[in-house]
């Protein structure tokens, strides 16, 4: 028999059983949306993940003395400001800033509220990527100038002045009063996990003197030229300090590469276990396939024994049936893939506006390669022994 005519016989097979052909592809289209949607969702969430970290500061290196409340630390032990310029000669360093923190209360409105107050240097805000919403950042005048002017986040004013304009009103913290120029806020959020806190109160790092009568760097920041020069400036940050410092100071130096490999092995991780439970759904599925293809086996044992009678070879009646359990198999991955392409552009308009849910090509490739596969592997069975069958006993069955 011709292929054409194979392919036809299974075709008209098919429609003649319409409900349970389509009831046996719903495993294989629940399965193959599953291997699309996984792999897109995957794709997705690890790019805005990474991103998300990766905004907290491009190729930064940060490094502060290790403080150890056993036993007194000598002032020599601590980072300065000439350790800060001595860092802009690291080949391959194109930012460097430093900062401070002290626990200071506002008095605004009559009322006593505890701030953050952090001291920094210029280019701390290109390291850390802040974002001001309001007014305007620290410049080089009011670094040389020692002005009495701050930031605060988005969150303190909000809190201290309400629904007013925060930019050029006056804000008392201890015996200082200083004139708040801009509003800014973490370019993404890190929940307190940095040194910026939701009760942050930015002012030139010069001005921390009046507090604390030293200028002592509490953490160092390095920004590296590109990605791959970020392990070699760690380690020359590392070499800079123990140089310039007594023996027995201890610095920790560390970038976001190690929570950048975090992020990407937990991703990886869940995209693994996302994809072996698709693969059961397969596997599933592909087992009621080789189940009702046994069942149409010996309901249709009689069809197979008159095209036997009439010529049909062995091989034939295989084809038949191993394209009925391919179309079977594709057709539901047709389906189960452009469901799983119709959901991300369904649930795009929902998502914030700088996040893309983009439908990786692959996915498409694998989800349909991998549910035909399934459909002719657990197809094979019941095609091999329908094909098996004795023309003579095959004519008798009732």
């Known amino acids: 028999m011709h292929i054409r005519e194979t392919v036809s016989v299974a075709i008209d097979a098919l429609r003649a059983n319409k409900m349970r052909a389509t009831l046996t592809s719903l495993g294989v289209i629940i399965g193959s949306a599953s291997i699309v949607l996984v792999v897109t969702v995957a794709l997705t969430s690890k790019k805005f993940v990474l991103s998300q970290i990766e905004a907290v ?4 290196v940060q490094a502060e003395l290790v403080q ?4 007194p630390q000598p002032l020599n032990y601590e980072m300065t400001l000439q350790d800060m310029e001595a860092a802009r000669s690291i080949p391959n360093v194109v930012e460097v800033a430093g900062n401070r923190e002290l626990p200071m209360t506002v008095i605004a409105g009559g009322v006593e509220r505890p701030v953050n107050l952090v001291g920094v240097t210029e280019g701390y805000q290109a390291i850390r990527r802040l974002v001001v ?14 002005s009495k002017v701050c930031l605060v986040t988005a969150k303190l004013a909000d809190k201290i002045f309400g629904q007013d304009n925060p930019v050029g009103r006056p804000i008392r913290m201890g015996e200082l009063t200083f004139t708040v120029i801009g509003v800014f806020r973490e370019r993404v959020e890190t929940f307190g996990l940095s040194d910026i806190q939701e009760n ?14 030293m200028e002592v760097v509490r953490l160092l920041s390095v920004q590296a030229a590109r990605a791959e020069d970020v392990p070699s400036v760690e380690r020359q940050v590392g070499q800079l300090l123990r140089a310039r410092h007594p023996a027995g100071a201890e610095y920790k130096v560390q970038t976001l590469t190690a929570i950048l490999n975090a992020a990407r092995n937990i991703s990886l991780a869940l995209t693994v276990v996302l994809i072996i439970i698709a693969m059961i759904a397969l596997l599933i599925s592909g087992v009621g396939i080789m189940n ?4 149409t086996v010996t ?4 069809e197979i024994g008159i095209r036997k009678a009439i010529g049909a070879a062995r091989k034939e009646i295989m084809y038949q049936f191993l394209i009925e359990a391919f179309m079977i198999s594709g057709g539901g991955a047709v389906v189960g893939i452009l469901i799983g392409i119709a ?3 369904a649930i795009q308009s929902f998502l914030p506006g700088n996040l893309r849910v983009p439908v990786h090509g692959l996915s498409v490739i694998i989800a349909f390669v991998v549910s035909c596969s399934t459909g002719l592997f657990f197809g094979y069975l019941p095609a091999s022994q329908a094909a098996s069958l004795q023309p003579v006993e095959s004519l008798r069955y009732e």
């Open 200 to 213: 942050t109160v930015v002012l030139p790092f010069t001005l921390m003197k009046y507090y604390t009568g």
């Open 299 to 302: 309901e249709r044992t009689r």
């Open 133 to 146: 919403l309001r007014g305007r950042f620290l410049d080089a005048g009011d670094m040389e100038m020692r």
């Open 343 to 345: 959901v991300p552009v």
């Open 292 to 295: 009702i293809m046994l069942v």
């Open 57 to 60: 500061g491009s190729n930064l």
């Open 68 to 71: 150890r409340p056993d036993k």
